[in-house]
């Protein structure tokens, strides 16, 4: 039988906004799916994002759904997930969103280990305000702020993510939608702080600017440039030079947050117990 | 020690007042003068079963509490001068996604880093207009402990029942003084509405039954979205200029038809004064010595305090200007209360500044001064 | 009097804002009298200035701040340099000789008692520095009843350190009552 995406969808709010060949969709349907196998109610599941393209998921969605300010969605979810540490809290994000206006957040979210999933829709652009360029536009790519070529060097989200604490992080890109859900449901399976980063297109914003209008021509160019990680393992830094690699590429069990913050509860209550 | 008369730092009072509200979570990060406040809430909070986290930033801590009071649990932030401004950008999404949230700035000398261990009442107006775009919000400025105490219960009171975000405006003077206080049990808790529909008739911006429709909390079987972005009844983005137009008319009408129940102001001999006196929070409270030592010299000086700077009590400044003919407004910054007063006289009496920057308070014999001066 | 004002100062680490907490809990919650605490803040911790400012009175405390101060305690030079220009001319002044060789002597009444001597060799600890200062300040001024500020202290000793500070305390009596002021007689009401 196939999935039943209408359950999850608000489709009084149809036709959604993304442009056609845009693979934010595809993350979504991973995201429905990885929900659904979950079981989870949808009374107990909060979507949370900042501002963007990607953004707009959650007035799509029917859930919990809470739509911020930009890049600072991770701070809200942090708030919800403290006070209600039972639901599930779901963050979804673009590069811009997450990497530049939120990077800070982004690092102190990796860090504290909340039991929180973010799922970061890498489209290498800005696609809603109209092609700027963005913290993970590859060196030379161009942009409408770009327009000789970006000067910036990218920044690896995943690579930042373990480094700053994450302790679930995942990579796929939209041309394997099927990882893309099983990293995601293994994401809302870890205990703790999960990333899973997508990387998208948008052929709109990015290929029209740098000779990949063709959605499919982009999804090719998207998957032709991940290598998994077993077999980056087995390539020189040079032959990895403007790849990326996808895969599961961190897993580790690591003190959670609002655990950890239930025994300094306990502790308090004791220490005022015992004055 | 069997009294329960204790002596109270303004900031841990406001910090137990607001737990008392039934205030259950707190974001906040460092900051001088407001960081007693912080360090008072990690250590009382997680004792009441309440949540404290310190976040990487002050824009951070102002979108936890508003996560956390969406979830149905009362919130509040902490901060100063640099970090208010900080705070704005998410202080207007609790604006237009009517968020109850409350938010403590203890004002310290500015711009920029200023003074920060100095008092000012600087933030007048960054309390009023400090986030961008049309908007309405509730700020109290206690100058009192038993102020501070039943404002800061006033301020969650006001913010849950208006679904408003209220900023309680307090200065290094009344947030480091300590003074005996007892903690009074003779007070209000008011809760947020919760919705008296099933989930599939619930908008959480419908207008059909008040000025203020109930929030049901996240994860109670109510499945609505919030946004940013003006919104439709049912919180989803729009740019309708009709929907919106009504929206915001609406949100600027739950306080403003409401000021009788919003507003909180003190008298001081006002009734036969010939002079008057405008004066808040600390500078209130030399404002009041000032009316007695003129009084002592036969000057018949009286001194009206507002409480609730914002919606300013445009009434009864407008009455005291029909009283007398000289109004003056002592603050610690160079004129910004006085830019409100002399709105409200619209011109039927004088207003003149009473005005020092640089840290020091303006003292009670230097107000005298003032009104001497204008006699 | 209704109000009397008492200003503690210091260099940070030296417990002279303790010391300002302590008093104006004497007078509050033990004597019922009304008190407002003012300590100035600095950037710096340890070994800047830093002075408390006490007000206490018989009916609330309208206006917060020092204005006329009546009492002075200097336990650092540097502190008073920065900060006895608010002390009323004649009021009184007292400084810890050991740490405090300036002043003017033609404006305040000026005693000089070397509270850290003291502390090191009649007590043994220069911890107790606030404490004796305390006795003295109380013995000197009597704006609170020796019995409040006995509790007062208590409240605040950390335990184990209990006997040692009433031994501090009653140090500052006595050094005070060498130098001529009468031993408490008045209720702490008819004193302020």
């Not at chain 1, 998957?223 to 897993?251: Q, R, W």
Request: charged letters at 25%.
């Amino acid at each position: 039988m196939a999935f039943n995406y209408e359950y999850y969808l608000r489709m009084d709010k149809m036709p959604h906004m993304w442009c056609p060949g845009c693979g934010i969709g595809i993350v979504v349907k991973a995201m429905l799916r990885a929900i659904d196998k979950m079981g989870w109610s949808k009374d107990d599941v909060a979507v949370v994002s900042g501002i963007g393209c990607t953004s707009r998921t959650p007035g799509y969605v029917d859930f919990n759904t809470l739509h911020t300010t930009h890049g600072r969605a991770l701070t809200f979810a942090t708030g919800l997930k403290l006070a209600r540490p039972d639901k599930h809290v779901i963050v979804i994000s673009g590069d811009g969103d997450a990497a530049a206006i939120g990077g800070n957040h982004f690092l102190h979210a990796c860090r504290r280990n909340i039991d929180l999933t973010l799922i970061v829709v890498n489209n290498y652009i800005y696609g809603m305000t109209g092609g700027q360029a963005s913290p993970t536009t590859p060196f030379g790519a161009r942009a409408s702020t770009a327009p000789y070529g970006a000067v910036d060097s990218p920044l690896d989200i995943s690579r930042v993510a373990i480094a700053a604490g994450a302790s679930y992080v995942a990579r796929g890109t939209v041309a394997q939608g099927f990882m893309l859900e099983k990293f995601i449901y293994n994401g809302f399976k870890h205990k703790g702080f999960a990333v899973i980063e997508a990387m998208s297109t948008c052929p709109i914003q990015y290929g029209r600017r740098n000779k990949l209008s063709d959605p499919v021509q982009l999804l090719k160019w998207v998957k032709e440039h991940g290598v998994p990680a077993k077999k980056a393992e087995k390539m020189s830094p040079e032959e990895l030079e403007g790849k990326f690699i996808t895969g599961e590429l961190h897993n580790q069990e690591r003190v959670e947050y609002t655990e950890e913050y239930e025994l300094v509860r306990q502790r308090a209550q004791e220490a005022a117990g015992a004055r | 020690m069997d009294k329960k008369i204790q002596l109270w730092e303004g900031n841990h009072l406001v910090a137990e007042a607001a737990i008392r509200a039934g205030c259950r979570f707190f974001a906040g990060y460092p900051i001088t003068p407001s960081s007693e406040v912080a360090e008072y809430m990690a250590w009382k909070l997680p004792q009441v079963g309440g949540t404290f986290i310190q976040m990487e930033d002050e824009i951070a801590s102002m979108g936890a509490i508003i996560g956390a009071s969406l979830a149905g649990v009362k919130s509040m932030t902490a901060t100063s001068g640099p970090g208010f401004s900080l705070k704005q950008e998410n202080l207007g999404f609790a604006c237009i996604a009517e968020i109850p949230v409350v938010i403590l700035n203890v004002m310290r000398g500015g711009p920029s880093t200023g003074l920060p261990t100095h008092p000012s009442q600087m933030d007048v107006m960054q309390a009023r207009w400090g986030t961008h775009g049309d908007h309405w919000i509730i700020a109290i400025a206690p100058a009192y402990m038993d102020e501070i105490f039943r404002g800061t219960v006033r301020a969650f009171n006001l913010a849950e029942k208006y679904r408003v975000p209220v900023i309680i405006l307090l200065d290094e003077i009344l947030g480091h003084m300590h003074e005996g206080y007892e903690i009074p049990d003779d007070f209000e808790i008011i809760d947020r509405a919760k919705p008296d529909v099933p989930p599939e008739e619930y908008f959480p911006y419908d207008d059909s039954k008040g000025d203020v429709p109930p929030l049901a909390p996240f994860f109670t079987g109510y499945r609505y979205n919030v946004t940013g972005l003006n919104h439709d009844k049912s919180g989803f983005p729009t740019t309708n200029p009709e929907l919106i137009q009504r929206d915001m008319e609406r949100q600027r009408r739950k306080l403003y038809a409401n000021l009788d129940d919003i507003l909180w102001y003190d008298e001081y001999k006002l009734d036969d004064a010939e002079i008057g006196l405008v004066a808040f929070g600390s500078m209130g409270r030399s404002a009041q010595v000032a009316v007695d030592l003129a009084r002592e010299q036969g000057i018949k000086a009286g001194l009206f305090r507002p409480i609730t700077l914002w919606p300013f009590p445009e009434e009864k400044v407008q009455q005291l200007a029909e009283q007398v003919d000289t109004i003056l407004v002592p603050e610690m910054n160079l004129g910004q209360l006085i830019l409100e007063v002399e709105r409200c006289v619209h011109g039927k009496a004088n207003v003149e500044g009473v005005n020092k920057v640089g840290g020091l308070p303006i003292e009670p014999p230097e107000i005298l001064e003032a009104i001497k001066a204008r006699i | 009097m209704d109000r009397y004002e008492l200003r503690f100062g210091g260099v940070g680490g030296q417990g002279v804002i303790l010391a300002g907490t302590i008093l104006a809990e004497a007078a509050v919650i033990y004597d019922g009298l009304y008190a407002v605490q003012s300590p100035t803040y600095t950037a710096q911790v340890r070994g800047g200035a830093t002075k408390v400012d006490v007000i206490i009175g018989k009916t609330p405390i309208i206006y917060p701040r020092a204005t006329a101060i009546d009492f002075f305690l200097a336990l650092a030079q540097r502190s008073y340099d920065v900060f006895h220009h608010q002390l009323k001319e004649g009021g009184l002044l007292l400084v810890d000789s050991t740490l405090v060789s300036r002043v003017d002597e033609d404006r305040y009444r000026v005693y000089r008692v070397p509270i850290t001597d003291l502390a090191e060799r009649e007590i043994g600890r220069v911890v107790v520095v606030n404490t004796i200062s305390l006795g003295l300040t109380v013995a000197m001024t009597k704006v609170v009843s020796r019995k409040a500020i006995e509790q007062a202290v208590m409240a605040r000793a950390p335990r184990g350190t209990e006997e040692m500070n009433m031994k501090a305390l009653q140090l500052g009596f006595a050094k005070a009552e060498e130098m001529g002021f009468a031993p408490e007689e008045t209720k702490a009401e008819e004193a302020v």
